[in-house]
């Protein structure tokens, strides 16, 4: 089994990890493996897995990466003080061998690097499989009534100067609010990792605010409160990941310390307050939650408060895939869910070999690993358009020195090659169109890694973003990720999730949409929260 799963690889071909745990599951004489992991909160999550028997170094390494796939993305989307391994003997030494390959300071470590910042450290561990026991089942929290709580931040939303600001990889938007109208909304282009230092991330965002909060004085008010979604992890409103392509510029400047570096955008929510009147508010949340928790507050706002009952999760697609999780009582859970980093596809390994610079490698570039963010969003959109006709990017795509890249200066081409590929899609164009089927298909395998770290989550996925926008794009994503048949719904966050008052001022606007600036005015609700 493993050797065809290996010659597959080889060629070329997908090996999703949801496929890998089914089928190992169903096969004969395997050995079992549970996977303990202790949150940052202390509380423990139990994972079972069944491993195939290996022959050859090429399969023992095979079931190592599966390994280091499953861990990294359990601490992705939880991050954590330990993992332990129970295992039999003939595991132990394979166990024993996941430390070291998350003790490099990027590629896995990436994880580890986060857990140091939010628990201070991460232990592995590993214990006969005699020594497990079962833990207990936690009762499930009591409803609450989300769907008014969330009307009354909506409400309170209608009074002084507020600003939602939703931050992505090529572009800031903005949303200014006076007294509960849209005074205007502003779209800012940026490459933040070509930024050396945390100025250059937080400059423009504190220049908007600026601007902004101007433009209320002239009118006769004052900026009173500023809700943030920015593209990184962040838990009570302060940013603690560090690992995004957003600091990679940082990262890689030499003449800085990093870590103290990084500690400026942290206390990005200091700053903020020092532009706001004196006991204004600053909310902070990760783009993926701001895009779970809009969503909730338009089906609120519409009385569909049974579909916010159970909790929202929502996706953000555009430069990269980001995911939240609105929780029943109102609350965003603080755990990272860094899902656009997830480690999903074990094969591919022709086009893992390239360097993570080129447009064809599945290897995110942060990492330096087939993370996620080759298979969704607009570096996926890139690679799957050459895969399938490289003459949709004839316009765009430079090669230089064997590696193929769409150009960011002296002109950023990444945006104008996006919409070049949905315009094609939109008129039909049959390879363009199945870019955007695979990206859904893309969103489907997710979507059952998910269900996997978590648990039975709500049976809709609401989707914001670029990707969004043109409706035949995300007719085509509901498509690809329809195919599975998982059981679970795919929604545009469109002029159709519209109930606000402020987004009802957005979808009345011609020159703007709500798929393009809803998170910004969700950011103004969040704000109220």
């Not at 990027?106 to 026991?133: E, H, Q, S, W």
């Not at 358009?385 to 003459?391: N, Q």
Request: charged share 25%; with cysteine.
């Amino acid at each position: 089994m493993l050797s065809s799963l290996l010659q597959q690889a080889e060629a070329g071909a997908l090996l999703w990890l949801p496929d890998l745990r089914a089928l190992f599951a169903a096969a004969p004489d395997t050995m079992p493996l549970i996977l303990r992991l202790t949150c940052p909160d202390g509380s423990e999550r139990d994972y079972r897995l069944a491993l195939p028997r290996w022959k050859t170094d090429a399969e023992r390494t095979f079931l190592r990466q599966l390994l280091c796939a499953q861990v990294y993305n359990l601490l992705s989307a939880f991050s954590g003080s330990a993992i332990c391994f129970f295992c039999d003997a003939l595991l132990d030494e394979l166990a024993a061998e996941l430390p070291a390959c998350f003790d490099r300071p990027d590629g896995l470590g990436k994880v580890k690097n986060i857990a140091r910042r939010i628990c201070g450290d991460l232990c592995f561990r590993i214990a006969p499989l005699t020594d497990y026991a079962p833990l207990k089942r936690e009762t499930a929290p009591a409803q609450t009534a989300l769907g008014e709580k969330l009307r009354q931040c909506c409400r309170a939303a209608e009074t002084g100067g507020i600003v939602g600001l939703d931050v992505g990889g090529s572009d800031i938007k903005l949303a200014a609010v006076l007294d509960g109208k849209l005074l205007y909304t502003e779209e800012y282009d940026w490459n933040p990792a070509a930024s050396p230092t945390a100025e250059g991330i937080t400059g423009p965002i504190l220049t908007l605010l600026r601007k902004a909060r101007a433009a209320m004085e002239r009118e006769g008010g004052a900026l009173n409160a500023v809700g943030l979604s920015f593209p990184d992890i962040v838990i009570r409103d302060r940013i603690v990941g560090g690992e995004t392509p957003k600091t990679k510029g940082m990262r890689e400047n030499t003449a800085l310390d990093y870590e103290t570096e990084f500690c400026k955008i942290r206390e990005l929510k200091r700053e903020i307050l020092a532009l706001c009147t004196p006991g204004g508010r600053c909310r902070i949340c990760n783009d993926g939650s701001m895009a779970a928790f809009t969503a909730a507050a338009e089906l609120a706002a519409g009385g569909e408060d049974e579909a916010v009952s159970g909790g929202v999760i929502a996706h953000s697609l555009g430069t990269d895939l980001g995911t939240g999780w609105l929780l029943p009582d109102g609350t965003i859970p603080p755990i990272p869910l860094e899902m656009y980093d997830l480690l999903l596809d074990l094969g591919s390994f022709p086009a893992a070999a390239l360097p993570t610079e080129d447009l064809r490698s599945t290897r995110n570039e942060n990492s330096g690993m087939p993370g996620l963010r080759r298979y969704l969003g607009q570096a996926a959109a890139y690679r799957l358009a050459w895969e399938l006709e490289p003459s949709l990017l004839a316009d765009f795509a430079r090669e230089e020195n064997g590696v193929l890249a769409i150009p960011t200066a002296p002109e950023d081409l990444r945006k104008p090659a996006l919409s070049h590929l949905m315009a094609l899609a939109e008129a039909g164009q049959p390879a363009a169109e199945e870019v955007f089927r695979r990206i859904g298909r893309n969103l489907s395998v997710v979507t059952r890694e998910m269900e996997w770290i978590f648990g039975k989550t709500p049976p809709i996925r609401f989707l914001f973003g670029r990707f969004v926008k043109p409706p035949r794009c995300f007719d085509l994503l509901r498509e690809g990720f329809d195919e599975a048949g998982i059981g679970i719904q795919l929604e545009a966050a469109d002029e159709n999730l519209a109930n606000t008052p402020l987004m009802c001022q957005l979808a009345a606007r011609e020159d703007v949409t709500v798929a393009q600036f809803g998170q910004a005015v969700g950011a103004v609700y969040y704000a109220m929260m």
